[in-house]
C-alpha cells in the first residue's frame, strides 16, 4: 500500500515531475486504519490529492501523499423538496454531475467539466457559470487525521467562502474528507442568467432549457474557452478574482473608467483578475515554457518542461504589474508546495 518514492506526475494537472517521499493510493476508509496505526507515519507532513487539479508543486514533497480514489454514490433519502444524494471524496466531479443528471435529479450541472474529485470540490467551494458548490451542499464526512475520529460537517461549520472553506486554511491536510451528501431540490429553477450561456441558448433558440441543455452548453463553452489539462498543463484559473470595498472602487474606477466589476450582495465589489492581467499586456507572454494562455489570461499553462518555480515566478511578475497599475493585491487559487 505505502510506496516510497511516489511519482506525482499523473496527480498534478500541470504534469510536473515531482515525487512524494512516501504514496499512497487510498481505495477504502479501512485503508486509515493501518496508516493511523503507524506513527511515524501519522506524524509525517502529508497532503491529500485527488486529481490535483488545484496544486502547483514547485518541489518533490517531502512526506506523505494520500491520494483519493473511494468510490461510490448513492441516493440517501428524499423530502418533498430535495433529493438528498452521497457521493465518495474519489469520485470524479464531472462524472458524478453526469450521473445525477441521468437520475432525473438536477442541479449541479452549471459545475459541469470542473476538473478534480468530489472531495477536492468543497475545498475550494468549486463554482462557475453562477453557481457555488454551497448552493446544493448538505454536509460531508470527514476523517481526522490527528486522532481519528470521523466527524460530520454541515456547510456552517465548513466556513463555506469564495473558493474558500474551512479545509484550505484551519484543517487542511488534517481533515481529510471522505463523502459528501448534496441537496438537490425538486422544483429545479434553470440557472441561465450567465451572459455566455444566455446567449448560446438564444442561438440555439431555447428558451426553456433542460438541465441537460445546461450541462450540454456549458460542457460546450468550457470546451472552446480553457485548455484541455490532458494536453496542456494547468491548474485552471491561477488568480482569485479581488473583491475590494466601494470606497476603493470608486477611487479605482476614476482612473479605469472601462474596468470590468461585479456588485456582491455585501456592496463590495469583485473585479475581473483576468480583464487587469490583459490591461497589463500578459495575455499569451511566457517566461521559458510558463506561459499565460494565448486566449485566457487567468490561466497559466506548461508548455512542456517548465517548473512549478517557474510558473510562480511568472505568477509573481503578473501580480507585481496588476499591483502596480491598480493597487490591487492578485491572491493565487491554487495550492501551492
Ligand atoms: C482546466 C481547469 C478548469 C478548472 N475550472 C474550475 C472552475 O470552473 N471552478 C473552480 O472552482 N475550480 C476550477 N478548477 C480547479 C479545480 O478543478 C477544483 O478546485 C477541483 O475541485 C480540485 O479537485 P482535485 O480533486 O483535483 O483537488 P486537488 O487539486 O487534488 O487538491 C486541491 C486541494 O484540496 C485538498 N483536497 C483534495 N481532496 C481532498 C480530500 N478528500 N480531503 C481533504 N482535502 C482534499 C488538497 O489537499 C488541496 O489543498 C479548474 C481546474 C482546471 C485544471
Redesign the pocket.
Known amino acids: 500500500m505505502l510506496q516510497a518514492d511516489y511519482s506525482l506526475r499523473k496527480?498534478n494537472?500541470f504534469g510536473f515531475d515531482v515525487r512524494a517521499r512516501i504514496g499512497c493510493l487510498i481505495r477504502s476508509e479501512a485503508d486509515f486504519i493501518s496508516l493511523r496505526a503507524d506513527r511515524h507515519i501519522v506524524e509525517m507532513p502529508r497532503?491529500?490529492?485527488?486529481?490535483?487539479?488545484?496544486?502547483v508543486f514547485t518541489r518533490d514533497f517531502d512526506g506523505l501523499a494520500l491520494v483519493?480514489d473511494l468510490r461510490g454514490r448513492r441516493i440517501v433519502s428524499q423530502t418533498n423538496d430535495a433529493y438528498l444524494v452521497e457521493v465518495a471524496?474519489g469520485e470524479r466531479?464531472h462524472d458524478f454531475v453526469n450521473w445525477t443528471l441521468q437520475q432525473g435529479m438536477p442541479g449541479l450541472e452549471n459545475l459541469a467539466l470542473?476538473?478534480?474529485?468530489v472531495?477536492?470540490?468543497p475545498?475550494?467551494n468549486?463554482?462557475?457559470y453562477g453557481l457555488e458548490l454551497v448552493e446544493r451542499f448538505e454536509s460531508l464526512r470527514?476523517l481526522d487525521m490527528i486522532d481519528g475520529r470521523i466527524i460530520e460537517l454541515d456547510a456552517q461549520a465548513c466556513e463555506f467562502g469564495y473558493?474558500d472553506s474551512i479545509?484550505?486554511r484551519v484543517t487542511?491536510?488534517q481533515?481529510?474528507?471522505l463523502s459528501v451528501v448534496f441537496r438537490l431540490p425538486k422544483r429545479w429553477c434553470a440557472r441561465k442568467a450567465y451572459a455566455d450561456v444566455s446567449s448560446r441558448l438564444a442561438v440555439s433558440k431555447i428558451s426553456e432549457p433542460t438541465a441537460r441543455q445546461i450541462f450540454d452548453v456549458i460542457t460546450a463553452i468550457r470546451r472552446e474557452k480553457?485548455?484541455d489539462?490532458t494536453v496542456l498543463g494547468?491548474?485552471?484559473?491561477f488568480f482569485k478574482n479581488p473583491i475590494i470595498t466601494n470606497e476603493q472602487f470608486s477611487v479605482l474606477q476614476k482612473k479605469e473608467p472601462d474596468i470590468v466589476f461585479h456588485i456582491q450582495h455585501d456592496g463590495r465589489v469583485k473585479l475581473s483578475a483576468g480583464w487587469m492581467i490583459d490591461r497589463c499586456g500578459w495575455k499569451g507572454r511566457s517566461i521559458g515554457t510558463a506561459a499565460v494562455h494565448k486566449n485566457q489570461s487567468l490561466v497559466l499553462v506548461n508548455y512542456g518542461g517548465a517548473t512549478g518555480e517557474q510558473v510562480v515566478a511568472l505568477a509573481q511578475e503578473i501580480r507585481a504589474d496588476v499591483s502596480q497599475r491598480f493597487s490591487v493585491k492578485l491572491d493565487i487559487e491554487p495550492?501551492v508546495i
Do not use: C, D, E
Open positions: 496527480y494537472t497532503i491529500v490529492l485527488g486529481s490535483g487539479s488545484n496544486v483519493m471524496a466531479w470542473i476538473p478534480g474529485t472531495g477536492g470540490a475545498v475550494q468549486i463554482g462557475a470527514a473558493r479545509f484550505k487542511r491536510n481533515l481529510i474528507i480553457l485548455p489539462h494547468n491548474a485552471g484559473s495550492l
